[in-house]
């Protein structure tokens, strides 16, 4: 029997669970939908099936759900799945939860232990003709691009069968999937990262093993034209720890950020390390090279809220609100710490480029950002952005006190212009609850005019609680052809 789900502030308003699939075969826009715009947009996002087991709870740790918006004609269907993951069916099968929060063993099930924690909830793309639903403790779980059933988990011939990054790059230059698998080793092993590269056909080409000094929760990494940089941040997990009474997951205060640097095809015996101040930092929004620097944009603060410290005490988000800071990393220089400059103070997350020019150099930021919520993570963040990192413009559409706007993405036109000349020519798109709506909408902007608001709002009769990371492909794009031709 399903049970109420506790009282929790990731669990109610804009969060709160459905718990059902749909399917909604032409919705209503209102506006028009662009001629020149084709493709499918994917959204990937915790939906737990069941309460946990006891009243802890973390946004990060519920059933991967993936809705999908297929924009045909100027017409949009959608449809929504659980990943059906192993854990999801043993605990749909048993009617409960079965495994700890982030798969703890301690707190989980007997008849469980030794079994597979994936979730397969924080991120959805195409590499290689399959649709890969992510999440970094397991290997990628593969689902049909068009009906979103489950498939199964994708081992790449066997090679890749431990974890697997939420946030594996495509360079759409090489066709490349670039990728990391943390905590290869499990909470008790040798800390270790697993450095991989698979190209445009999905096969594996290069793999290393990454010695690191402890077992950061290493959430993104970077990847230039001819680099790779492995984040190792104070946030750390330890069963250790738990065991003796703190939290299983935490940030370590006074810790140091440390960076690995390493050539895009080396291995551990050329990783050079930088340093600089704690900082918590798991999303990105461009990377590149630049007269010997490695210049990395990205949404970093100085402490987090998303989890407790070593003690157990838990800051504010008031206290960690990030901002988009720009770290360089010389790589000529005598000294091995980087260097950190605010790009933009605005309370932001996930920013993103357009992803055609991922490793290039990019000027055009597109997030989600907060204007008047006070916990931006539980209340949800009110308005998306679009910045340039050049001019320092800001271009902002204010949803309305209460909304919960989602990430805000890059959409291609049909026929964009490629290269540098051609970044942010098409659309950008959100999914949205505005507060006290009955339902949500996938809202749809001219990329260098957010400011103007939605051209077309894509309603969807029911509110879709809020979620992780999504991303679009147009339907003249090669990844797009390489998935849609089964």
């Not at 502030?9 to 399917?23: C, K, S, T």
């Not at 099930?109 to 397969?120: C, F, H, I």
């Not at 489950?150 to 090679?159: R, V």
Request: hydrophobic share 40%; aromatic share 10%.
């Amino acid at each position: 029997m399903a049970k109420p789900f506790p009282p929790h502030p990731f669990l109610h308003g804009h969060h709160a669970p459905n718990r059902f699939e749909a399917d909604a075969p032409d919705l209503v826009i209102e506006g028009e939908i662009p001629d020149d715009l084709a493709g499918v947009f994917y959204r990937n996002g915790p939906e737990p099936l069941h309460p946990t087991r006891g009243d802890e709870y973390h946004w990060f740790d519920g059933d991967g759900m993936v809705y999908g918006f297929f924009i045909e004609n100027g017409r949009v269907s959608m449809r929504n799945r659980w990943v059906r993951t192993e854990k999801f069916e043993l605990e749909k099968a048993a009617g409960e939860r079965l495994f700890g929060v982030f798969g703890n063993p301690m707190t989980a099930d007997p008849s469980v232990q030794g079994k597979r924690y994936n979730t397969a909830n924080t991120n959805i793309i195409i590499h290689g003709g399959k649709l890969l639903a992510l999440m970094e403790g397991a290997p990628p779980v593969e689902m049909h691009p068009r009906d979103l059933s489950t498939i199964g988990e994708e081992h790449y011939g066997g090679t890749i069968s431990t974890t697997f990054s939420a946030h594996p790059k495509i360079d759409h230059a090489t066709g490349e999937l670039i990728n990391i698998g943390a905590m290869i080793n499990g909470p008790m092993g040798a800390a270790e990262i697993r450095y991989d590269i698979i190209d445009r056909t999905g096969a594996l080409t290069h793999s290393q093993i990454i010695p690191v000094p402890h077992m950061s929760l290493m959430h993104t990494f970077f990847v230039t034209e001819n680099w790779v940089v492995f984040p190792v941040l104070p946030i750390d997990t330890d069963l250790g720890r738990f065991m003796r009474g703190g939290p299983m997951t935490a940030w370590v205060n006074d810790r140091p950020s440390k960076l690995a640097v390493m050539p895009r095809r080396g291995g551990a015996c050329d990783v050079r390390w930088f340093e600089y101040e704690p900082r918590h930092m798991f999303h990105e929004l461009n990377v590149w090279e630049e007269d010997g620097r490695i210049i990395a944009d990205v949404a970093a603060a100085n402490g987090t809220a998303l989890f407790p410290d070593e003690t157990g005490v838990r800051a504010t988000h008031a206290g960690t609100r990030q901002s988009l800071r720009r770290w360089t990393i010389d790589l000529h220089a005598n000294s091995d710490m980087l260097r950190e400059e605010v790009l933009n103070e605005r309370d932001l997350q996930f920013p993103r480029p357009d992803d055609r020019l991922m490793t290039r150099r990019t000027r055009h930021a597109f997030a989600n950002i907060n204007l008047e919520s006070r916990d931006a993570r539980a209340e949800g963040l009110d308005a998306v952005l679009r910045f340039d990192t050049e001019t320092g413009e800001e271009d902002i559409y204010h949803f309305g006190k209460g909304s919960a706007a989602g990430e805000l993405i890059f959409a291609p036109r049909l026929g964009a212009k490629t290269g540098p000349e051609g970044e942010a020519d098409g659309y950008a798109m959100t999914l949205v609850h505005r507060a006290n709506a009955p339902g949500s909408e996938l809202a749809i902007f001219h990329a260098l005019d957010i400011a103007s608001g939605p051209v077309a709002r894509v309603h969807v009769p029911f509110r879709v609680p809020s979620g992780f990371h999504c991303n679009f492909y147009p339907a003249d794009g090669g990844l797009y052809a390489q998935a849609m031709v089964h």
